[in-house]
């Protein structure tokens, strides 16, 4: 059979040496890894567990952020207290994803780091460029309804990035801490996940043999009310279909400050800068929120099954504004 | 025991053992030597294999052969009746050949000494292949355009197509349904073990005697020299009812390699070799006079069907009778597409066909102004116009009645979008439901024994749906034992013949096998209780009386069941039963019912959500109050998820099903589940059999999806025909 071989790592410095020079995987919470190799698709020959690495702690950072060690679950990361009043979008995208029972298990530097939910990916015979770079993409032309983005696309691979803890990031602001041959190292959050381009087996800016120890998330905007929407056809234990993450600082009723991140309809965790940009200084009006969303959305590109995903981003961008721009003036949603 | 055990919501009897782990399952027998087996499937829908090369997978460790159409015992067909109890949907046999149908076609088995071993060798079986020239059809439409449409059957009554040009009122309307996939928690899963010729067989299967009678013709062995076993199944919903190749290849391959073979189907084949609820297309054409009374109804159906074998989704069969009408045409057709056969799913017929003509109903009501549920109450029939014989019981109006005040009904305003909750609007809506009830014959033998406890036994099944517990409760009731005191074995093809779990017959079929074997024991006990060593020798026979496991006679003497066998060191007294198939009384027995359902739409979000669904069934009557509403429980949740989720989706190009894993075929979860009520009419009908029960499995299914079609157009004013009702079907371009 295919066997793989096994290490323990007790620190960082142990876990990048066992990975070193062969075709490794880091086994966190193994619920994308584990699931992959299953279905022959990941097929490391040695996994390197990291759950003893002493990345298990939220800490507060003296700028006033929040440091996030890389094993630290999602349920942990969702009920921390700071989470929950501080950044309340990122425990509310938390609470969406999967199911309690794998939100016990996935790690936050897991959750970054998932795969894409395509079936042609995962099916390990269709065509696939992130599979097998070079062998096309069977989901441009095929069924794309679910997991499939109109954001960042390109010929080559139409996947979205699942991933919800990752656009409440995105809009909130972070950094990814990360330790390899070479030493310590951080990416900013927005620059760590890569468009597919002519290159999609390419998906995110880890070295070789690096390992995400950390992500921190920038300090909370003082006065600011947000919230996470997640759009679906059933109410829990599946992927976005259009999800919004939404940060607000209202004046009065002008917008001071916005940060909006999409998910489940770009290829990576998807920070609208155009939007933020028109809404800052706007009345915080229905009407202000539609043309955001509208901005937020003008370069989409429908494709076969998926095009009924623009208006349903422009619909969870209006209500995610609207609900953030409530708590920032206090009221309850 | 009293009666009261009789309809009373008893716990089932099988909990703690199915708790605690003790149940066993047929991935959970080992028979000493036991080695694994895996399938290689095919990755094209049409064409041939022209190579396999199994070089690499043989030196995988572990490994101990590996069959394919080049290397394989030479079978047969089964016959595929179902007057022999001998049903198979797809008719081939594993590796008969080197064709392929279908995507996910059986193209090599492996066998390993493990599991995992049997599944990485599988990885490095290379097969290539040749594609036909002519595409795949991977639907039904395509199927239509490449095959053409096989008539099935048709029925004619009156003049339909006279009548509808007549008819005021029409309605013109074309339903799709698309594949559902059976997917219960436990996939297929078959251990086969070869000793001295006869072939025993652990199978997850709803019927272990059709399964037995398969095998022992494909084996060329008397049925006698073939054993199956099923004691827990963790479902089946149709999709367990019939052979599959992997059972078969497991039995096969068991034989060649001299060890007992365990094979387990994974998710992702559940979707492409084990059945599914074919694609259907359905044109319904209503005509009504101005006060709505049906004029005419035609129900036109075709559905897709497989090359490997034709399965024919009757929807129009619960069209024929459920309202009052004198021009009718029911016609069903099918069309080759390439994928595996399709096969019975939970209501099949009626599960989608009344999707369409309730739709359809609900259509017809809103062309006449009149009030949904007063169209169907104004076209009610007692009379079965399809076979023409009254209805030995049918309570529909009272399940209307009772149901719409339950639900409030009479406050619904017709106006679409007319009815709100905050921000939400809500929609309102009904159908009704309807199910053939049918009995089979049944063989049971029933012993009272030494220790004071009685035996069931007969080669039926529980698949989850309580018939252990039923049973046990006819036999406490016969006997007047309490229940612990009974034991019930069943999912044995070596027990006296019981029917397949399906069709929602078992109930009506089982319980006067059963309560006849009862009697059948204390007669015999009474036989018994006379001998010279009995404690009550002598006594005259028809003085004896039995009540709650002891006999008295006339002159004051009495003893228990333990005294009367103990004294003469007998272990039982066994009854043994036949009991018929359904009486030939001149009624047409079905089960009816209505759900009324409320959805709230929030255009703002494109959210859809069923927040309440209220179900008056009149199933007889009700022999377990609490199993019996789990049935219509599950039947209504299973409805929902037909209307708003479920959808085997295939690459158009290839035919292969994408959505094949539990993440991406949804099916609702707790979160999306409504305040759902029950009511149970609790009527017996005594023209099918003596306790009056008629089944309960499958009714809540039918009109589900209707009731909510219906419920999102009245929200939405969207009239959405083709299921499943996903949120990108009603979302605006805003
Ligand atoms: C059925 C199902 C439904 C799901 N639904 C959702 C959903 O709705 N929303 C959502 O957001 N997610 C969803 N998920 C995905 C889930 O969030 C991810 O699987 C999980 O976050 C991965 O974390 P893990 O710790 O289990 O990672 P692992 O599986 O252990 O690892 C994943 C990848 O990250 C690498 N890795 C892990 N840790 C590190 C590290 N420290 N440094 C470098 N590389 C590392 C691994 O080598 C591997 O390649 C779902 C998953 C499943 C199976
Ligand atoms: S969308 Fe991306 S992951 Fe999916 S088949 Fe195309 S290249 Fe592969």
Redesign the interface.
Known sequence: ??TFDYKRAEDAHSAVNAHSGQAAAYLAGGTTLIDLVKL?VMQPERLVDINRLAYDAIEAVPEGGLKIGAMVRNTALAEDDRVRRDYTVLSEALLQGASRQLRNRATTAGNVMQRV?C??F??G??PCNKRVPGSGC?AI???N???FAVLGTSEHCIAAHPSDMCVAMAAIGATVHVTGPSGDRTVDFLDFHKLPGDTPHIEHELGEDELITHVSLDAPIDGSGSTY?K?R??????FA?ASCAAVVVLDGDRITAARLALGGVGTKPWRAADAEAALVGQPATRETFKQAAATAMQSATPYKHNA?KI??A???I??ALTDAAARARGETT | MSDSIIGAAVSRIDGPDKLTGRARYAGDFQPEGMVYAYGVYS?IARGRIAGIDTTLAMR???VIDIFHHGRFPRLHRSPGTFAEENVVDEKRTPFEDDRIHYMGQFVALVVAE?Y??A???A?KVRVDYERDAQRAAATLAQGIEDNGVDHANDSERGDPAGAYDGAVHRVDAVYTTPVETHNPMETHATVAEWVDGRLRVFDSTQGVIFTRNTLSRVFDLDPSQVEVHADFIGSGFGGKLWVWPHCVATCAAAREVGRPVQFVLPRQQMFTTVGHRPETRQHVRLGADDDGRLLSIRHETVNSSSPVGTVVEACGGSTQGLYACDNLRISHATAVTNRGTPTAMRAPGAGVGLFALESAMDELAAELGIDPLELRRRNFTAHDQGVDKPYSSNHLLECYDRAAEAFGWSRRTPEVGSMRDGDRILGWGMAACNWEAMRNPCDARVALRADGTASIHCASQDIGTGTYTILAQIASHELGLPLESIHVALGDSTFPHGPISGGSWATATLLPAVAEASRAAIKKLKGYARNAASPLAGARGDSLVYDSGRLSDDSGRSATVAEILGAQSLANAVGEAHTGGAPDSGYSFDSFGVHFVEVAWEP????L?VTRVVSAIDAGAIINAKSARNQVEGAVVMGLGSA??ETT?????NA?P????Y??Y?V?????MPDLDVILLDHPDYELNEFGARGIGEIGLTGMQAAVANAVYHATGTRVRDLPI???KL????
């Open positions: 059979m295919r022959d939910r079936s042609y995962r099916d015979v269709s069977s032309d095929g069924h309804r679910e997991v929407i759009l056809d059933r109410s829990s234990y599946q279909l009924f208006p349903l422009r619909k969870a209006v209500r | 990755t995988s460790p572990g493990t995992e071993q599944r990485a060798a990885y703002e979000i494109a959210h959500e708003l989720l989706e295939y690459d158009e190009r292969r994408v959505n094949s894993n993440a991406e949804l609702p979860v707790n979160a999306d996903m949120l990108d979302t605006d371009d805003d």
